[in-house]
């Protein structure tokens, strides 16, 4: 945790025998609530909830599986994370919020506003999965449809061996290479904090596994079929997108952009993967915050509308 910082870690029991362990920041009434990615927690967006919380409440939960929550019931599919996070906001009576999704944390978002659109006020990701998951091929080229295929694929393997050893060294390799691209890599005390927030995962399998069976538009791709839930997002969204981002390409915000018609694209350039990190920080945050209070200026007029 960032020195002398007003970010505290709290808990709270859902009703269905899961604890959530969830970061918190700032008092305003207005609540940010921010989603991570996969092999990441709430504490990589600590610089961003810093800068938020000076205009937001920000409240980022650790998932289910990762972190300092618990993995009491295995997930299938992100149906479950997102009955959590309605679990979660209603243990803390919480109705309104401004929902960012980051990486992972994209198709969490996006499933919870087609599922529960009265929370959401305003809907945002960052370097998201696109709306028909990641859609992974073994070694073959072969499209996996099930956990079997993902333990067969030595690239997953490697994956969970890396949690399930807790070897600092390939995680520390990973998370400079593969996260931060090898630049603006944060100092060696934040770098080993977040290795220790990565070694706390403990659901990668069934992670990969809802990535690749994730898909909520209308069409087949390839593994499912979709669910059409996309259609259901209601409101104007922003997708953010860095352009040098090797981990979830550009081309998922846009393939967002094309099913949500009401969605807008920013891309980021030269951003990467990790966004929530200098020098990066301040134009998603200020993205966020155009985007946010572009919305609380329009909602009396589309409330008269409505009426």
Not at 12 to 19: G, K, P, Q, V, W
Not at 46 to 52: A, D, S, T
């Amino acid at each position: 945790m960032v020195p002398n910082s007003p970010i505290t870690l709290k808990y709270a029991t859902l009703s269905n025998n899961e604890t959530y362990a969830y970061r918190e920041a700032g008092i305003s009434e207005r609540t940010l609530f921010l989603l991570h990615g996969n092999f990441t927690t709430s504490l990589f967006f600590e610089p961003f909830m810093l800068k938020m919380s000076k205009s937001f409440r920000v409240i980022a939960p650790d998932m289910r599986g990762f972190g300092h929550s618990t993995y009491n019931t295995s997930i299938d599919s992100f149906e479950d994370i997102c009955d959590d996070i309605k679990n979660f906001l209603e243990s803390l009576h919480i109705k309104k919020i401004s929902l960012l999704g980051w990486s992972l944390g994209g198709p969490v978002a996006l499933l919870f506003a087609s599922k529960y659109p009265t929370y959401i006020e305003n809907l945002i990701t960052v370097g998201s999965v696109g709306p028909k998951g990641t859609m992974l091929k073994d070694t073959e080229g072969v499209l996996m449809k099930t956990k079997e295929d993902f333990l067969a694929c030595q690239a997953i393997q490697g994956s969970i061996k890396m949690i399930e050893t807790k070897d600092e060294t390939i995680l520390k390799w990973f998370l400079v290479n593969a996260g931060f691209q090898g630049k603006e890599v944060p100092s060696e005390e934040k770098i080993k904090e977040y290795i220790e927030e990565i070694k706390l995962q403990r659901n990668v399998l069934d992670i990969f596994y809802a990535l690749n069976s994730f898909n909520i538009t209308d069409e087949f791709n390839g593994i499912c079929e979709g669910t059409g839930q996309i259609e259901k997002i209601q409101g104007p969204c922003l997708f953010i997108h860095g352009n040098q981002d090797v981990n979830v390409k550009t081309t998922c915000s846009l393939e967002l952009k094309e099913y949500v018609k009401q969605g807008e694209v920013k891309i980021i350039e030269g951003g990467r993967h990790f966004l929530f990190e200098p020098p990066y920080m301040e134009k998603v945050a200020k993205l966020v915050k155009d985007f946010i209070g572009k919305e609380e200026c329009g909602k009396p007029e589309r409330e008269e509308a409505r009426k």
